[in-house]
């Protein structure tokens, strides 16, 4: 399982009859910071994950890839390499929280209101 970031969605109108109805969204997997431990840090990488759990674009999601893509209810027996199985509320590490989807959602709208 990895930690990523919603960053957009992808509409194919011609996919396999299996694939119709799936919801596909962009993500961008992070990983902890290796220099100060204290935040998330982008991998530099992009997958198409199919969504099982309503997120959204700018959320931080739980995504599995590979055969574990496939061992879910929604998604068994489908064609996909990567999964969205959960939405991200917080993540600590070293006794410290590094993310926590309250304090982005504040921050977001300081930054709304500051425009």
């Known amino acids: 399982m990895f930690v990523a970031k919603v960053t957009g969605s992808l509409v194919a109108t011609q996919k396999v009859e299996s694939m119709t109805g799936r919801k596909l969204l962009v993500v961008e997997p992070y990983r902890l910071d290796p220099e100060t ?6 991998t530099g990488r992009t997958f198409v ?16 890839q590979g055969s574990s893509a496939r061992l879910t209810p929604e998604t068994k027996n489908l064609p996909i390499d990567t999964v969205i199985i ?8 070293d006794q410290q929280c590094v993310f926590s989807k309250e304090a982005a959602r504040s921050k977001g709208a300081e930054t709304e209101a500051a425009e």
């Not at 431990?37 to 982008?42: D, F, I, M, Q, V």
């Open 86 to 93: 959960g939405i991200v509320d917080t993540v600590h590490v």
């Open 49 to 64: 994950a199919v969504d099982t759990v309503g997120a959204g674009e700018g959320e931080f999601v739980l995504i599995c």
């Open 37 to 42: 431990r204290k935040s998330l840090k982008t």
